[in-house]
């Protein structure tokens, strides 16, 4: 007879023992249907995924609706919330003083672009091994909708008023100055972004991602060049991209056909799967040539951009000690007596 007692069903986790609801935040405060809350439900799913331990995460932001989001995902990760568009300054201090973190920035193109320029151009510059995501919806969400500069020329307001100055590419930008993972995505297109993210999370460099997010509430209209049917008209897919992750055989899946196989810094594979153009994604001047026609044409252009898996970081331009600098002992961060006073010696 049965006892009437009903075992339920083993948990599902991921290949650390982690259940997807440790890599959630607090519930969104942001308006439904924005653009940031789909990057943030992406998030949590590819760390949930790869299966990383979110102790070894930092999260860093600015000001923005976008930069409140790292407070709706990886809840058991370290998390910095700083000032309107210095969030940069911040990520590079506490990514140099532990460089075994894996540092997620969230931006907006406001924190970025238009305040944070300053910042954002010595990041690329130095190749901070950082995912710096702009969650990017041409206007100021969180101070009520104002242009911000990657706002598209003639794009207008509701108020009908129209934008007369032009965009920086934030992409552009990234390639040309140094960062080493570009690309550009857009927060309904869940596999393309996710697969970004993951390549990402393996590379070891600075990632700028640039995901066209649409703000619902005061930049989704008709006249608006981020709204969500002017990105679904004029999207131009650069490839279809394919993840395999460190801890999966890449010799199970044989690809076939016109494939580019790039190995990443943690034995990841990025696997991209031409669609009609000629792309290679390690030739940077070719990406920055194929940006400016697309930008001729009024296509956004999606996918990954560029990557290079190679070139040295801030952190091993520096030279910094394999140990990370926040936990040496005292004895080793402090000059013995000895060796101050030979120092000492020298200035007399
Ligand atoms: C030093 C400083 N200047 C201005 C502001 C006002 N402010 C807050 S958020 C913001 C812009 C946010 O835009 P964005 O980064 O694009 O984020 P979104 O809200 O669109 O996600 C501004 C100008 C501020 N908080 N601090
Ligand atoms: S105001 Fe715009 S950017 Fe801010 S939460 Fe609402 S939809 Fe998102
Ligand atoms: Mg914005």
Same mark, same amino acid.
């Given at each position: ?13 991921? %290949? ?15 308006? =439904?249907?924005?653009? /940031?809350?789909?990057?943030?439900? %992406? ?7 790869l299966g990383v331990e979110p102790y070894r995460v930092a999260k860093f932001s600015g000001i923005g609706c976008s930069s409140k989001s790292p407070a709706y995902f990886l809840g058991m990760s ?15 201090? =506490? ?46 969400g969180l101070t009520k909708g104002q242009f911000s500069a990657t706002a598209d020329l003639g794009s207008t307001l509701k108020t009908g008023a129209p934008n007369d100055l032009p965009p920086f ?6 390639? %040309? ?5 570009v690309a550009r995505s857009f927060s309904g297109d869940k596999k393309q972004l996710q697969t970004v993210l993951k390549a990402a999370i393996a590379h070891r460099g600075l990632s700028v991602i ?10 989704? /209209? ?61 030739? %940077? ?64």
């Amino acid at each position: 007879m049965s006892t009437g007692t009903v075992t339920p069903p083993p948990k599902k986790t991921n %290949r650390i023992g982690l259940e997807v609801l440790n890599y959630k935040g607090s519930r969104t405060t942001l308006c =439904a249907g924005c653009g /940031h809350n789909s990057i943030s439900e %992406r998030i949590v799913e590819c760390f949930y995924e790869l299966g990383v331990e979110p102790y070894r995460v930092a999260k860093f932001s600015g000001i923005g609706c976008s930069s409140k989001s790292p407070a709706y995902f990886l809840g058991m990760s370290h998390g910095l919330n700083g000032v309107h568009g210095r969030m940069p300054a911040l990520a590079t201090g =506490a990514l140099l003083a532990n460089r075994t973190l894996l540092g997620v920035g969230v931006t907006g193109d406001g924190d970025t672009a238009s305040i944070g320029m300053g910042q954002f151009v010595h990041l690329v510059r130095r190749n901070m091994p950082l995912i710096y995501i702009i969650e990017d919806n041409g206007v100021y969400g969180l101070t009520k909708g104002q242009f911000s500069a990657t706002a598209d020329l003639g794009s207008t307001l509701k108020t009908g008023a129209p934008n007369d100055l032009p965009p920086f590419d934030c992409c552009a930008l990234a390639m %040309r100055w140094g960062a080493t993972l570009v690309a550009r995505s857009f927060s309904g297109d869940k596999k393309q972004l996710q697969t970004v993210l993951k390549a990402a999370i393996a590379h070891r460099g600075l990632s700028v991602i640039d995901v066209i997010s649409p703000c619902v509430t005061f930049n989704d /209209h008709v006249g608006s060049t981020k709204s969500y049917s002017y990105i679904k008209d004029h999207e131009e897919v650069l490839h279809d991209l394919d993840f395999v992750p460190f801890y999966e055989d890449i010799s199970v899946e044989i690809p076939e056909g016109d494939v580019m196989d790039i190995p990443m810094h943690d034995g990841s594979h990025l696997r991209i799967r031409k669609l009609h153009k000629d792309y290679d994604p390690t030739d %940077r001047r070719r990406a920055l040539g194929l940006l400016e026609e697309a930008d001729a044409k009024g296509e956004v252009l999606t996918g990954i951009l560029y990557v290079d898996p190679a070139k040295p970081t801030f952190v091993d331009l520096l030279n910094l000690t394999e140990e990370p600098v926040a936990t040496l002992p005292e004895s080793r961060v402090r000059p013995s007596r000895e060796v101050l006073e030979t120092v000492m010696e020298e200035l007399r």
